[in-house]
C-alpha cells in the first residue's frame, strides 16, 4: 500500500510538474509584444528541410521583422490533411499552411482561405516572378488562394549499373524505346521500369506523353478525353508490359511487393518516375547505388510530367494576415528559395534556376520536365476523382476490365464529380 | 507413492514450462526482429536475406531517436499525462462501479446502459464533435486537456471491469463493517479497495496504456511543439517519401520501456499478494 | 485481513443474541434493517442510499457524459444530414438518407463481411489461446513473472508501430515470414503473396491481432482464476478428478462472468479494428480488405461526407450493440444455474 502510494504521488507530481512546466512555456509567448504567426508544415521531422526553416530562414526572417514570431509546426504527412479538416471544422487553422496543391481548391472551395490576389497589393508582382504551372494550382473560381512554394515533378530516375546489368546501355527517350528495354530487361531477369500505383500522379504522365487528356479545357467534363483513343493507347502501353511481365506487381498492389527504393537498390528494378527527394534520400539511405535521371520518354505529346509540390496559403481567420503575409514574401524571396534548394526542395522562383544547378546537378533535369509538366484537375474533389482513376485503371491492370471498359466507366464516375 | 506424485508434478510442471515457452518464442519473435532493425544503421534496413542478428550493429538510431528535436521532452509529457490518466481514471471508475455494484437507486439501469453505449461507438467519428468541444471549454493544445478527454474515454471500460470484480466480493464482509457503523466512504476506502487490487492494477494498466499509445486525438489538439506526445514523435520520423525504419524502431522500442516497468512493477505488488489475503476469510 | 472474519463471527452471535431477547417484531425488523443500513428507518435509509449512490457516481459520470455521451449525440446528429464541416453554414437534412445509401454501397457490404470474417477468426482464438495459457500460468513455476511479461509486451507495444512491423514481415520478396517458411523450412512451394489478396491481406491482420491480444484476455483470466479459492481446487483433486475435468468443474463456472466479459470486450475490439488495416493494406487492394472503419475513415476525412462516415460508425455501433447483448444473453444462463 505504501510502495503503491509512493509511485502514485511521484507520478502525480511528475505530471503536474510537466505540465507546470509547459503552462509556464505559454504565458511567457502571450505577455511578450511580439505578434505570432504559426505556420504549418508536414517537412520530415528529422528531414534537412525543417532544420533549414528553424535553423536557418526563421531567425533570418525575425532578425528583419523584429516584432513578429514565427512558431512552425511539423505535422506527419499522412495527418496532415485530417488534422486540417479538423481545424476547419473547429476553426482553429493556423495564419499559414505549407499545403499540397491538391489540397488548395478543395481548402478554397470550403471558404476558409485568403484570396490573395484581392488582399496582397504586390500580388501581381509576385506572381510574374513564379513559375506559371506551379501558380495555376492555387486557382479557384477566379481568384488565386495561395502561392507556389515548392515545386516538384517527376522525371525518369535509374541505376545506370543496374540498367547496364539488364543489357540496356541508355535510358529510352520514347514509348517504343521503353518497350524495347523492358523486353531485353525482362531476358536478364530484372524489371525496367517500375511504378508503384494507379492513380494520377504515376499514370498521367504517360497519358499526357501520349497527347492524350484527362479532362476538357475548363475541367468539366472527362467522358470524350480520359477515354479518347490517345489516353486509352497510352494505358494500353503500361498494361501490355504488365501483362508480359514486364513491370513488377507493385504497381496494382504495393503493399507487399518490393518498393521502388529497395527495387532500384538491389538491382531488381533499373528505373522509376520520382521526384527530387529520390536523389537526397539515396545520398543518406542507400549509399552504395548511383543514380541518374532524364527527362520522361516522349510520346507524340512529347514528354509530359506530372506538377507536384506545395503551396503556401493563408487562413481567412488569420488574425495576424499582414505578418503573415511578411512570411509569404520572405518565403517566395529568392534567400529563401535558395536555402530551401539546397535541402531538396525545387524553388519556384523563375530566377534561382540559374543557381540551381550549382546546387544539385539533377535539378537541371528537373527544371527542363518542369517547363512542360501538367498539374492535375485542380477541383474540390480531387481524392475522390483521383480515387475513381487509380481503382479503374487498377481494372485494367488486372484484366477485370478493358483498358476501353475502365476509362469509359471512369469517366463517368467522374463526370459526376466535376459538376 | 509419494515419489511418484512428485515426479508426475515435476513432468507436469516441465510441460508447462515448455509449451509456454514455445508460445513466448512465438509472442517474442517480432520484437527481436524490430529490435534487431533497431540497431542497423538505416541503409540496410531491408536486406535480403532477413538478418535476425544485426552485423554491423550500432546504437546511433538510438543516440539520435533520443537527441532529436526534443524527444526527451515528448517522453515526459507522454509520461506525465499517462500517469495522471490512469490516476483520475482508476480513481473515478472504481468510484462508479462500486456504486453501481453495490446500491440500488433510480436510474441504474438506464445509466449503466449509457456507459455500454459509450463502450461500443468507436472513437474515431466522435473526433469532430470532441474537438469542438475541447475547443469551447478551452482545452485545445494543452497537456491537461489530454488527460481531461483520455480520462473520460477510459471510464465506461474501466468501470465495466471494476463492476464484476466489486460484485464478487462477499457481502457480509461489507455488512460487518456497517454493523460497525462505518459509511459507504469508509467501506469503499478501507474495504473495496483493498481487497480488489488486482483488479484495479489491471484496470490501471490498461488506462496507462490506453494513454501512453494514444494518437490520434493527441495529434488532432496538439499543436505546441513542446507538448507532443510520444506517439507524435514516433510518427514524424515517417517522412512523406520516405520513413527512417531505423530511428522509427529504435524510438518505438525507448517507448515500450515505461509501460513494461509499469505492468512489472504492479503486477508483482498486487497479484502475488493475493495468493495470502483476504479472500480467505 | 484475518483478524475481519474473527470480528465478523463474534458480531453476528451478538446480534442473533441481541434479537432473540426482543419482543416486538417492530424492534426485531428495526434491529434488522440497523444491520442492513446502519440508518434509523426504512425510508430515510433508501434515500440515503440513493444520495450515496450518486455521490459515488457524480464526478466520473460527469465526466462521461461530457467527453463521450454528448458527442454520441452530436455524431448521430451529424449522420441525419448532409454535414457542411465549415462552421456557421447549413447543412441539408436528409434524415436516414445516409443510412439508405450504406445500404446500396456494396464497398460497405464488403467492408462489413471482411470486419465480420476478422472477428470471427480473432475472437475465439484470443480467448482459448488466452485462456490456455492463463491457466499454464497459474502454477508455481521459475520465471513465472517473466513468462507474464513477455506474453503482455505486444500488448503494450502500440499499434502503429506492431502493424508496420508486421507489414515489413509479411513482405513477399524479402520479409522474414516467407523467408523462413519458404527459404528455410520449405513448407512452401514458392513466396507467398500475403498482402495482395484479400483472404491471405485478411489473414495477416488477424494473425497480427491474435498475437497482440493474447496477454490481453490472458491477465484478465489470470487475475480471475487467482480468486478462485484453492481448497476448491484442491477438494476436486483429491476427489481424483483430472485437470481438464477439475478446469471444467470448478475454474470455469467460477469465472464464467468474466469469460463473458472478455468475449464481449473481443468482440466490441474485433469491429473497431482500424490502424493496423489502415496501416498495413488501406482497405486495397482495390478496396479488398476495407473494414468499417477504415471505409469510414476514408468517407469522412478524404471526402469530407462527415454525414456518411457518421452513419456508418453508427450502423456499425447498431450492430455491435445487438452482438454484445446477444453475447450477454448466451452467458447469462448457465452461470444463472450454477
Same mark, same amino acid.
Given at each position: 500500500m505504501?510502495?503503491?502510494?509512493?509511485?502514485?504521488?511521484?507520478g502525480?507530481?511528475?505530471?503536474v510538474?510537466a505540465m507546470?512546466?509547459?503552462?509556464?512555456?505559454?504565458?511567457?509567448?502571450?505577455q511578450?509584444?511580439?505578434t505570432?504567426i504559426?505556420f504549418?508544415d508536414?517537412?520530415?521531422?528529422?528531414g534537412?528541410?525543417v532544420k533549414r526553416?528553424?535553423?536557418?530562414l526563421?531567425?533570418q526572417?525575425?532578425?528583419?521583422h523584429?516584432?513578429?514570431?514565427?512558431?512552425?509546426?511539423?505535422?506527419?504527412y499522412d495527418?496532415?490533411h485530417q488534422?486540417?479538416?479538423?481545424?476547419?471544422?473547429g476553426?482553429?487553422?493556423?495564419?499559414?499552411?505549407r499545403?499540397?496543391?491538391?489540397?488548395v481548391?478543395?481548402?478554397?472551395?470550403l471558404?476558409v482561405?485568403?484570396?490573395?490576389d484581392?488582399t496582397?497589393?504586390?500580388?501581381?508582382?509576385i506572381s510574374?516572378?513564379?513559375?506559371a504551372?506551379?501558380?495555376?494550382?492555387?486557382?479557384?473560381?477566379?481568384h488565386y488562394?495561395g502561392?507556389?512554394?515548392d515545386t516538384?515533378t517527376r522525371?525518369?530516375v535509374?541505376?545506370?549499373l543496374?540498367?547496364?546489368a539488364?543489357?540496356?546501355?541508355?535510358?529510352?527517350?520514347?514509348?517504343a524505346q521503353l518497350?524495347?528495354?523492358?523486353a531485353t530487361?525482362?531476358?536478364?531477369g530484372?524489371?525496367f521500369?517500375?511504378?508503384?500505383g494507379?492513380s494520377?500522379?504515376?499514370?498521367?504522365p504517360?497519358?499526357?506523353?501520349?497527347?492524350?487528356?484527362?479532362?476538357?479545357?475548363?475541367?468539366?467534363?472527362?467522358?470524350?478525353?480520359?477515354?479518347g483513343?490517345k489516353?486509352?493507347?497510352a494505358v494500353?502501353?503500361?498494361v501490355n508490359?504488365?501483362k508480359?511481365?514486364?513491370?513488377?506487381?507493385?504497381?496494382?498492389d504495393?503493399n507487399?511487393?518490393?518498393?521502388t527504393?529497395?527495387g532500384?537498390?538491389?538491382k531488381k528494378?533499373t528505373?522509376?518516375l520520382?521526384g527530387?527527394?529520390?536523389?537526397?534520400?539515396?545520398?543518406?539511405?542507400?549509399?552504395?547505388?548511383q543514380?541518374?535521371?532524364?527527362?520522361v520518354?516522349?510520346?507524340p505529346?512529347?514528354?509530359?510530367s506530372?506538377?507536384?509540390?506545395?503551396d503556401?496559403v493563408m487562413t481567412?481567420?488569420?488574425?495576424?494576415?499582414t505578418?503573415?503575409a511578411?512570411?509569404?514574401?520572405?518565403?517566395?524571396?529568392s534567400?529563401a528559395?535558395?536555402q530551401?534548394?539546397?535541402?531538396g526542395?525545387?524553388?519556384?522562383l523563375?530566377?534561382?534556376?540559374a543557381s540551381?544547378v550549382?546546387i544539385?546537378p539533377?535539378?537541371?533535369?528537373?527544371?527542363?520536365q518542369i517547363a512542360?509538366?501538367?498539374?492535375?484537375t485542380p477541383?474540390?474533389?480531387w481524392p475522390?476523382?483521383?480515387?475513381?482513376?487509380q481503382?479503374?485503371v487498377?481494372?485494367?491492370?488486372?484484366g477485370?476490365?478493358t483498358?476501353?471498359?475502365?476509362?469509359t466507366?471512369?469517366?463517368q464516375?467522374i463526370?459526376?464529380?466535376l459538376? | 507413492?509419494?515419489t511418484?506424485?512428485?515426479?508426475?508434478?515435476?513432468?507436469?510442471?516441465?510441460a508447462?514450462?515448455l509449451i509456454?515457452?514455445?508460445g513466448?518464442?512465438?509472442?517474442?519473435?517480432?520484437?527481436?526482429?524490430m529490435?534487431a532493425?533497431s540497431?542497423?544503421?538505416?541503409?540496410l534496413v531491408?536486406?535480403?536475406?532477413?538478418?535476425?542478428i544485426p552485423?554491423p550493429?550500432?546504437?546511433?538510431?538510438?543516440?539520435?531517436?533520443?537527441t532529436?528535436?526534443k524527444f526527451?521532452?515528448?517522453?515526459?509529457n507522454?509520461?506525465?499525462v499517462?500517469?495522471?490518466?490512469?490516476?483520475?481514471?482508476?480513481?473515478?471508475?472504481?468510484m462508479?462501479a462500486?456504486?453501481?455494484?453495490?446500491?440500488s437507486?433510480p436510474?441504474r439501469r438506464i445509466?449503466?446502459?449509457?456507459?455500454?453505449i459509450?463502450?461500443m461507438?468507436?472513437t474515431m467519428m466522435l473526433i469532430?464533435p470532441?474537438?469542438?468541444?475541447a475547443k469551447?471549454?478551452g482545452?485545445?493544445?494543452?497537456?491537461?486537456g489530454?488527460?481531461?478527454f483520455?480520462?473520460g474515454g477510459?471510464?465506461?471500460?474501466?468501470?465495466?471491469l471494476l463492476?464484476?470484480?466489486?460484485?464478487d466480493?462477499?457481502?457480509?464482509?461489507?455488512?460487518?463493517?456497517?454493523?460497525?457503523?462505518?459509511?459507504?466512504?469508509?467501506?469503499?476506502?478501507?474495504?473495496i479497495?483493498?481487497?480488489?487490487r488486482?483488479?484495479?492494477a489491471?484496470v490501471?494498466?490498461f488506462?496507462?496504456?490506453?494513454?501512453?499509445?494514444?494518437?490520434?486525438?493527441?495529434l488532432t489538439?496538439?499543436?505546441?511543439?513542446n507538448k507532443r506526445?510520444?506517439?507524435i514523435?514516433?510518427e514524424l520520423?515517417?517522412?512523406?517519401?520516405?520513413?527512417s525504419w531505423?530511428l522509427?524502431?529504435?524510438?518505438?522500442?525507448?517507448?515500450?520501456?515505461?509501460?513494461?516497468?509499469?505492468f512489472?512493477?504492479?503486477?508483482?505488488?498486487?497479484?502475488?499478494g493475493l495468493t495470502?489475503?483476504?479472500l480467505?476469510? | 485481513?484475518r483478524p475481519?472474519?474473527?470480528r465478523?463471527?463474534?458480531?453476528?452471535?451478538r446480534l442473533?443474541?441481541?434479537?432473540?431477547?426482543?419482543?416486538s417484531?417492530?424492534?426485531?425488523?428495526?434491529?434488522?434493517?440497523?444491520?442492513?443500513?446502519g440508518?434509523r428507518?426504512?425510508?430515510?435509509s433508501?434515500?440515503?442510499?440513493?444520495?450515496?449512490?450518486?455521490?459515488?457516481?457524480a =464526478?466520473?459520470?460527469?465526466l462521461?457524459?461530457?467527453v463521450?455521451?454528448?458527442?454520441?449525440a452530436?455524431a448521430?446528429?451529424?449522420s441525419l444530414y448532409?454535414?457542411?464541416?465549415v =462552421?456557421?453554414?447549413?447543412?441539408?437534412?436528409?434524415?436516414?438518407g445516409?443510412?439508405?445509401?450504406?445500404?446500396?454501397d456494396?464497398?460497405?457490404?464488403r467492408?462489413?463481411?471482411?470486419t465480420g470474417a476478422?472477428m470471427?477468426f480473432?475472437?475465439p482464438?484470443q480467448?482459448?489461446?488466452?485462456?490456455t495459457v492463463?491457466v499454464?500460468?497459474?502454477?508455481?513455476m521459475?520465471?513465472?513473472?517473466?513468462?507474464?511479461?513477455?506474453?503482455y509486451?505486444?500488448? %503494450?507495444t502500440?499499434?502503429?508501430v506492431v502493424?508496420l512491423?508486421?507489414?515489413?514481415?509479411?513482405i513477399t520478396?524479402?520479409?522474414?515470414?516467407n523467408f523462413v517458411?519458404?527459404?528455410?523450412?520449405? %513448407?512452401?512451394?514458392?513466396n507467398?503473396?500475403?498482402l495482395?489478396?484479400?483472404?491471405?491481406?485478411?489473414a495477416?491482420i488477424?494473425?497480427?491481432?491474435?498475437?497482440k491480444?493474447i496477454g490481453?484476455?490472458?491477465?484478465?483470466?489470470?487475475a480471475a482464476l487467482?480468486?478462485v479459492p484453492?481448497?476448491?481446487?484442491?477438494?476436486?483433486a483429491?476427489?481424483g478428478?483430472?485437470?481438464?475435468?477439475?478446469?471444467?468443474a470448478?475454474?470455469?463456472?467460477?469465472?464464467l462472468?468474466v469469460?463473458?466479459?472478455?468475449t464481449?470486450m473481443?468482440?466490441?475490439?474485433?469491429?473497431?479494428?482500424f490502424?493496423?488495416v489502415?496501416l498495413?493494406?488501406?482497405?486495397g487492394p482495390?478496396?479488398q480488405?476495407?473494414?468499417?472503419l477504415t471505409?469510414?475513415?476514408?468517407q469522412?476525412?478524404?471526402?469530407?461526407d462527415?454525414?456518411?462516415?457518421s452513419?456508418?460508425?453508427?450502423t456499425?455501433t447498431?450492430?455491435v450493440?445487438a452482438?454484445?447483448?446477444?453475447?450477454?444473453?448466451?452467458?447469462?444462463?448457465p452461470k444463472d444455474a450454477?
Open positions: 505504501r510502495f503503491r502510494q509512493t509511485i502514485l504521488a511521484l502525480l507530481i511528475v505530471a510538474a507546470a512546466a509547459t503552462a509556464g512555456a505559454r504565458v511567457a509567448t502571450t511578450s509584444k511580439t505570432t504559426t504549418w508536414a517537412y520530415s521531422s528529422d534537412p528541410e526553416l528553424e535553423k536557418v526563421i531567425p526572417f525575425e532578425k528583419e523584429p516584432g513578429i514570431k514565427v512558431k512552425d509546426v511539423t505535422i506527419p495527418s496532415l488534422k486540417l479538416i479538423t481545424a476547419v471544422a476553426s482553429q487553422l493556423p495564419d499559414l499552411v499545403s499540397d496543391i491538391i489540397w481548391p478543395e481548402l478554397a472551395n471558404g482561405l485568403q484570396p490573395l484581392t496582397l497589393p504586390d500580388f501581381k508582382s510574374s516572378k513564379v513559375f504551372g506551379p501558380l495555376a494550382t492555387n486557382y479557384w473560381k477566379g488562394y502561392l507556389p512554394l516538384n522525371i525518369w535509374y541505376s545506370p543496374a540498367m547496364q539488364a543489357g540496356v546501355s541508355a535510358p529510352p527517350k520514347t514509348f518497350q524495347a528495354d523492358s530487361a525482362k531476358g536478364k530484372a524489371y521500369y517500375a511504378e508503384s494507379t494520377c500522379w504515376n499514370i498521367c504517360w497519358i499526357w506523353s501520349n497527347g492524350g487528356s484527362i479532362t476538357n479545357g475548363t475541367y468539366t467534363k472527362a467522358t470524350g478525353f480520359l477515354n483513343p489516353a486509352v493507347q494500353q502501353m503500361l508490359l504488365y508480359a511481365g514486364q513491370m513488377p506487381n507493385i504497381v496494382v504495393s507487399g511487393g518490393l518498393g527504393y529497395d532500384l537498390a538491389q528494378y528505373s522509376m520520382d527530387p527527394w529520390s536523389f537526397s534520400i539515396f545520398a543518406s539511405a542507400y549509399k552504395n547505388t543514380l541518374a535521371g532524364t527527362t520518354p516522349a510520346g505529346g512529347g514528354s509530359v506530372v506538377v507536384g509540390g506545395e503556401i481567412k481567420s488569420s488574425k495576424n494576415k505578418a503573415a511578411e512570411f509569404m514574401r520572405f518565403m517566395l524571396h534567400f528559395q535558395t530551401m534548394a539546397r535541402a526542395q525545387m524553388p519556384v523563375k530566377s534561382s534556376t540551381l550549382k544539385h539533377y535539378y537541371a533535369t528537373y527544371l527542363k512542360t509538366a501538367k498539374p492535375r477541383t474540390p474533389k475522390q476523382i483521383d480515387q475513381v482513376f481503382t479503374q487498377a481494372k485494367a491492370f488486372t477485370d476490365e483498358v476501353q471498359q475502365a476509362l466507366d471512369a469517366a464516375q463526370d459526376g464529380l459538376k | 507413492m509419494v511418484g506424485s512428485a515426479t508426475r508434478t515435476r513432468a507436469i510442471l516441465s508447462r514450462v509456454l515457452s514455445a513466448v518464442f512465438l509472442m517474442v519473435v517480432p520484437f527481436a526482429y529490435f532493425t540497431l542497423k544503421p538505416n541503409a531491408l536486406e535480403i536475406p532477413p538478418k535476425l552485423h550493429a550500432t546504437t546511433a538510431n538510438y543516440t539520435d531517436a533520443w532529436s528535436n526527451g521532452r515528448y517522453f515526459l507522454s509520461l506525465g499517462a500517469i495522471a490518466t490512469t490516476f483520475f481514471s482508476v480513481w473515478l471508475s472504481s462508479m462500486y456504486a453501481f455494484a453495490r446500491f437507486f436510474g445509466l449503466f446502459g449509457l456507459l455500454l459509450g463502450l461507438v468507436p469532430i470532441q474537438f469542438i468541444l469551447n471549454l482545452m485545445l493544445d494543452s497537456l491537461s489530454l488527460v481531461f483520455y480520462t477510459t471510464l465506461a471500460l474501466n468501470t465495466f463492476r464484476s470484480f466489486f460484485q466480493i462477499p457481502r457480509e464482509l461489507e455488512e460487518a463493517m456497517v454493523v460497525d457503523g462505518a459509511g459507504p466512504w469508509k467501506r469503499y476506502l478501507k474495504l479497495l483493498p481487497l480488489s488486482p483488479a484495479l489491471t490501471g494498466i488506462s496507462f496504456l490506453a494513454s501512453w499509445d494514444e494518437f490520434v486525438w493527441a489538439v496538439i499543436n505546441d511543439p506526445t510520444l506517439p514523435a514516433i520520423f515517417q517522412g512523406e517519401h520516405s520513413t531505423g522509427v524502431f529504435a524510438a518505438s522500442s525507448i517507448a515500450v520501456v515505461p509501460v513494461l516497468l509499469a512489472v512493477i504492479f503486477q508483482r505488488q498486487f497479484i502475488s495470502t489475503g483476504a480467505k476469510a | 485481513m475481519f472474519s474473527r465478523l463471527r463474534t458480531r453476528r452471535s442473533t443474541a441481541s434479537s432473540s431477547s426482543t419482543s417484531t417492530g424492534r426485531l425488523e428495526r434491529s434488522a434493517t440497523a444491520l442492513r443500513f440508518g428507518t426504512v425510508q430515510s433508501k434515500r440515503k442510499e440513493t444520495l450515496a449512490a450518486y455521490t459515488f457516481l =464526478p466520473g459520470f460527469i462521461f457524459a461530457l463521450v455521451l454528448y458527442p454520441i452530436r448521430f446528429q451529424i448532409h454535414w457542411s464541416i =462552421p456557421g453554414t447549413t447543412s441539408q437534412y436528409i434524415g436516414l445516409n443510412y439508405t445509401h450504406a445500404l446500396h456494396p464497398i460497405f457490404w467492408a462489413l463481411e471482411n476478422y470471427v480473432t475472437v482464438a480467448i482459448v489461446i488466452g485462456m492463463a499454464l500460468l497459474d502454477a508455481r521459475p520465471a513465472r513473472g517473466l513468462f507474464r511479461t513477455l506474453y509486451l505486444p500488448v %503494450v502500440s499499434w502503429v502493424s512491423l508486421f507489414r515489413y514481415m509479411f520478396d524479402g520479409g522474414l515470414i517458411l519458404h527459404d528455410k523450412l520449405h %513448407v512452401i512451394g514458392h507467398i503473396e500475403w495482395s489478396h484479400r483472404w491471405s491481406a485478411l495477416v488477424s494473425i497480427l491481432g491474435i498475437w491480444g490481453w484476455s490472458m491477465v484478465i483470466f489470470l487467482q480468486t484453492r481448497e476448491l481446487k484442491e477438494a476436486a483429491v476427489d478428478a483430472k485437470a481438464w475435468a477439475r478446469f471444467r470448478v475454474s470455469l463456472p467460477a469465472i462472468p469469460i463473458a466479459f472478455v464481449v473481443l468482440v466490441i475490439g474485433g469491429f473497431n479494428v490502424i493496423s489502415f498495413i493494406t488501406n482497405g482495390l478496396d480488405t476495407q473494414v468499417l471505409y469510414m475513415y476514408r469522412a476525412f478524404s471526402f469530407l462527415f454525414g456518411y462516415g452513419s456508418l460508425s453508427f456499425l447498431l450492430i450493440f452482438l454484445s447483448i446477444a453475447q450477454l444473453r448466451l452467458f447469462r444462463r450454477a
